[in-house]
């Protein structure tokens, strides 16, 4: 495994590591899920990635079981949540969005369900409107000054609202945003690579990255239709399959076809060449893996080789492959 500073701070995160979303709590047993976070761990991942929506927290609920059935040493993984969204069956006004009281009460859930005293990691999953900004970093401060976060940032915020809140935090001494966390790959790349550009100089900002393979999209498996199993299967995914599969102009499913067509020339599989892609970013400090079976993580795995095989002129084919033209 590689290890990368998360940005600025002098946490060191696994290049790889391992996300919750759509499996834990849904589509694996306990069983699964206690096997995928153990062959992670073996294999070098230091960090799990979570949040209060996962599942309705019945996500972090398996992995704080998982973790503590595993007896992972507390000082060598990180695990993060993220808050926003509130729990879906929740109606109450006060359990989603961004406010000080939800922002404080989504940690202290969180806490419980992983089974911990302090996130390593902690995001504001969405910005929130109807919050000032201010109000959430004063919040996000207060957690931090009392041990129970480490390192809090956003995912998928503009970045002018991310400036906004590192501009606050810095000029009231306040603990500002370290990482964002935002959709890469090579279907969507316009965010990481133009958007939060200045960020990484400015800011130090640190990034995670999620859905390397669009959601099993860059692997191929959906070149002949969606399959009967899996996640795109489940029985309340079509929304999921709307998002995957996009709408005609993006032409996502040609785009997958074409960089599938590429990576088998090369003689690859395209799962790990597809995170690969993702990991020779200099600006990700983690590409956060799903994977439903240890099978598949351990294929993915092999992406830490293939960004030593190859250099940019075959970066270059895959983008150009991939490209919406
Ligand atoms: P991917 O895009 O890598 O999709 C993972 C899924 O693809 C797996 O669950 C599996 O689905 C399929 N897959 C994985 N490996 C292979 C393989 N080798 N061959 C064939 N199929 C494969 O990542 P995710 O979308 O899961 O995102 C990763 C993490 O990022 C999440 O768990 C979460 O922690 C985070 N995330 C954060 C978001 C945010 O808003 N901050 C949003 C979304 C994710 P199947 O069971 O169908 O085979």
Redesign the pocket.
Known sequence: MQYRRLGASGLQLSALS??????FGR?VGRGQARELVAAAWDHGINFF???EA?ANGEAERVMGDVIADLRLPRDGYCVSS?VFFGAAEDPRPTQRGLSRKHVVDACHAALKRLRVDYLDLY?C??PDPDTPVEETVAAMDLLVRQGKVLYWGT??WPEALIREAAKFARTHHLAAPTME???Y?LLHRERVELEYAPLYSELGLGTT?????????????YADGI?R?????QPDAGWLQRLVVGHSEERRLERARRFVAVAAELGE?P??LA?AWCLRNPHVSSV??????P???R??LGALELVRRYDEPVWRRLEVAAANV
């Open positions: 391992f996300g919750a979303w759509m499996t589509q990635d979570n949040a996962y993220k995001y999953h969405r995912s998928e966390q935002p959709q790959n990255t999620w859905s390397p393979l669009a959601s099993g999209l860059l692997s191929g498996k399959h199993e899996g996640r795109l299967a599989k799962a790990p995170i956060i893996l799903g994977a439903s079976t099978a598949q993580l294929e993915n």
